[in-house]
C-alpha cells in the first residue's frame, strides 16, 4: 500500500492543483528537475504569469521545478495523462520516443546563429515535432541551454588528450555518449541534480555541463572549467500534451504561441550575457576558465564528428531533413 501512494503522489498533487482552480479555468501543469533559479526555470515562470494574464486568468499554471512533481523522463512519460500538460526538458531527453531526435544533440551541428534565424528555428521545430506527434506530443520551440563546457574537479582541460581516462557526466544521450568514447574518456550519463555528490564522492571526475551548473549545482567542487567552441550547443524543448493545447480554445492556443516566442526571442540573448557573468562569478571565487586552442578544438571536432558517423548513417532522413532547412533558410540567405 506505501508503494502504491508513493507511486500516486504526484498524480494527486497535480489533481489537487486543478480542483483548487476556478471551475472555467483550465490548468497547466508544468514540471521540470531544473532548480527555480537555473535556466529554463525563471522563463517557465514568466511564461506562466504572462499566459494567465493575457487570457485574463482563464489558464492558470503551476510550475514544479526541481523534481518536486516528476524529473524530465517520467514527466514526458506523464504527458498524456492529465497530470502534467508540459515540460521544457534538454532536448537529448526526447530521443528515448524517437532516436531521430538525436540531430539535435550531435556535436559541432547546430549553431547560435542558425538557431536564432526565425526561418531555421521554425523548420527545426516542425522537424522534430513531426517525430513526436504520432505519440501524442508537439515542440513549440526551443530555448537555449547553453553552450555546453567541461567541468573538472582536478584536471585542467586544455588539449583533447587531457580527457582521456576521465569519468565524465554527459549530456545528450547515447551519441554523446559514443562522442566522449572517442575521446578515450568514460561518459556517464545522469541528472543534474546527481552530479555534485557523484563529483564530491569520486563516483565522477568532471561533467559536461552548462555555467549554471557550475554556479547552481557544483560550484567550487569543480575547480576547473572549458569551453571547446562550437562544440555542444544545449538546447530546451518545450514540449507539449497535443490533445491538452488542441483542446483549448483558438484565441488560448494563440496566447500560448504568442507568449512562448515573445520569451524564445529574449532568452537567447539573455542567456548569453547570463553564462559570462555566471563563468566571472565562479573566477572571481578561484574557479579557473579557458577556451581550448583552435588546433585542438579541430581536433575535438574530427573525433566527435566521427563518433556521429553512425547516427548519421542510420538516419539519413533527418540528417537530410536538417541540411534542407539549413539550405533553404541560411545558405540562400533567406
Request: with cysteine; proline share 4%; aromatic share 6%.
Amino acid at each position: 500500500m506505501t508503494a502504491f501512494w508513493r507511486k500516486a503522489a504526484p498524480w494527486c498533487a497535480a489533481m489537487a492543483i486543478g480542483l483548487g482552480a476556478s471551475a472555467n479555468a483550465a490548468e497547466m501543469i508544468i514540471t521540470s528537475e531544473i532548480p527555480l533559479a537555473t535556466n529554463p526555470s525563471p522563463y517557465i515562470e514568466q511564461f506562466i504569469a504572462e499566459v494567465g494574464k493575457r487570457t485574463d486568468g482563464a489558464i492558470q499554471g503551476k510550475y514544479f521545478p526541481a523534481s518536486q512533481l516528476y524529473n524530465d523522463r517520467d514527466g514526458l512519460a506523464a504527458l498524456g495523462t492529465g497530470a502534467v500538460h508540459m515540460v521544457w526538458p534538454v532536448s537529448s531527453r526526447l530521443e528515448q520516443f524517437d532516436a531521430r531526435i538525436g540531430v539535435a544533440s550531435l556535436p559541432f551541428a547546430l549553431t547560435t546563429e542558425e538557431m536564432t534565424n526565425s526561418c531555421f528555428a521554425d523548420g527545426f521545430t516542425r522537424m522534430i515535432s513531426g517525430y513526436l506527434e504520432p505519440r501524442g506530443m508537439q515542440v513549440l520551440g526551443f530555448l537555449r541551454t547553453a553552450d555546453l563546457i567541461f567541468l573538472m574537479k582536478g584536471r585542467d582541460i586544455q588539449a583533447v588528450a587531457d580527457l582521456q581516462g576521465q569519468k565524465v557526466r554527459v549530456i545528450g544521450g547515447q551519441i554523446m555518449l559514443d562522442a566522449m568514447r572517442s575521446v578515450q574518456a568514460s561518459p556517464i550519463s545522469m541528472s543534474a541534480s546527481e552530479m555534485s555528490a557523484a563529483l564530491s564522492q569520486g563516483a565522477i571526475d568532471g561533467a559536461m555541463t552548462s555555467p549554471a551548473g557550475w554556479v547552481d549545482v557544483l560550484g567550487n567542487t569543480a575547480k576547473y572549467a572549458t569551453l571547446a567552441p562550437g562544440m555542444g550547443l544545449a538546447t530546451s524543448a518545450v514540449t507539449v500534451d497535443k490533445q491538452w493545447l488542441d483542446g483549448l480554445p483558438e484565441a488560448q492556443r494563440k496566447v500560448i504561441h504568442d507568449v512562448l516566442q515573445e520569451i524564445i526571442a529574449r532568452q537567447w540573448q539573455e542567456t548569453v550575457a547570463k553564462d559570462r557573468t555566471l563563468i566571472d562569478q565562479m573566477v572571481a571565487q578561484g574557479g579557473h576558465y579557458r577556451v581550448m586552442g583552435p588546433a585542438e578544438v579541430d581536433k575535438l571536432k574530427e573525433r566527435f564528428v566521427s563518433a556521429g558517423e553512425g547516427f548519421r548513417n542510420k538516419h539519413a532522413d533527418a540528417i537530410s531533413q536538417l541540411e534542407k532547412i539549413r539550405k533553404e533558410c541560411i545558405h540562400d540567405g533567406k
